[in-house]
T-cell receptor, first 113, second 112 residues
Framework: AQSVTQLDSHVSVSEGTPVLLRCNYSSSYSPSLFWYVQHPNKGLQLLLKYTSAATLVKGINGFEAEFKKSETSFHLTKPSAHMSDAAEFLC???????????FGSGTRLLVRP | ETGVTQTPRHLVMGMTNKKSLKCEQHLGHNAMYWYKQSAKKPLELMFVYSLEERVENNSVPSRFSPECPNSSHLFLHLHTLQPEDSALYLC???????????FGSGTQLSVL
């Protein structure tokens, strides 16, 4: 069965410093993995997705994630945080050939000035 | 603007009320979804419609009743809800088994 674990419920960084949001998955198949972002009072927006092509995936707003099969991880990073990055970030795995996306519990990113 | 519009944005209802949530998409996608987002819990898939046919029903109580009259509209009819049903209800649209979903802003539901 597929599942996804986000290791930190909250991450706080200073503006201009790197961001690391951690995600581990379990999957019986080659997974499709995603990061979504949710800003307050807004719906979710897709940041990036991994679907068995390049292991380093670049997304919008300077975010990227690296698929590491040996570690079953798909951590999200950004070299330099901006105040506008403050949001809830959701790591997601998709069951193959399924409509069902399995969402992690989310990590709230706080960016300090 | 994601192309998916949900109304109302906020809803307060008593346990004996009947209300409906509405979702409309202007993207031409074949599939539409209802998700429930409760505080401190992961998003939960409730229903999926593809080409107006329900293809996924994720063990949701019968007090939630979805309706998809056409590929652009999706409703969630609510009756005799419980306080624990208070949550953010998100609608999404995407292609068949699409990896990219477009979400609406949600309806924040409070059941008193």
């Amino acid at each position: 069965a597929q599942s996804v674990t986000q290791l930190d419920s909250h991450v706080s960084v200073s503006e201009g410093t790197p961001v690391l949001l951690r995600c581990n998955y379990s999957s019986s198949y080659s997974p499709s993995l995603f990061w979504y972002v949710q800003h307050p009072n807004k719906g979710l927006q897709l940041l990036l997705k991994y679907t068995s092509a390049a292991t380093l995936v670049k997304g919008i707003n300077g975010f990227e994630a690296e698929f590491k099969k040996s570690e079953t991880s798909f951590h999200l990073t950004k070299p330099s945080a901006h105040m506008s990055d403050a949001a809830e970030f959701l790591c997601v795995v998709r069951r193959d050939s399924s409509y069902k996306l399995i969402f992690g519990s989310g990590t709230r990113l706080l960016v300090r000035p | 603007e994601t192309g998916v519009t949900q109304t109302p944005r906020h809803l307060v209802m008593g346990m004996t009320n009947k209300k409906s949530l509405k979702c409309e998409q202007h993207l031409g996608h074949n599939a539409m979804y209802w998700y429930k987002q409760s505080a401190k819990k992961p998003l939960e898939l409730m229903f999926v419609y593809s080409l107006e046919e329900r293809v996924e029903n994720n063990s949701v109580p019968s007090r939630f009743s979805p309706e998809c009259p056409n590929s652009s509209h999706l409703f969630l009819h609510l009756h005799t809800l419980q306080p624990e049903d208070s949550a953010l209800y998100l609608c999404a649209a995407g292609g068949d088994r699409s990896e990219k979903l477009f979400f609406g802003s949600g309806t924040q539901l409070s059941v008193l």
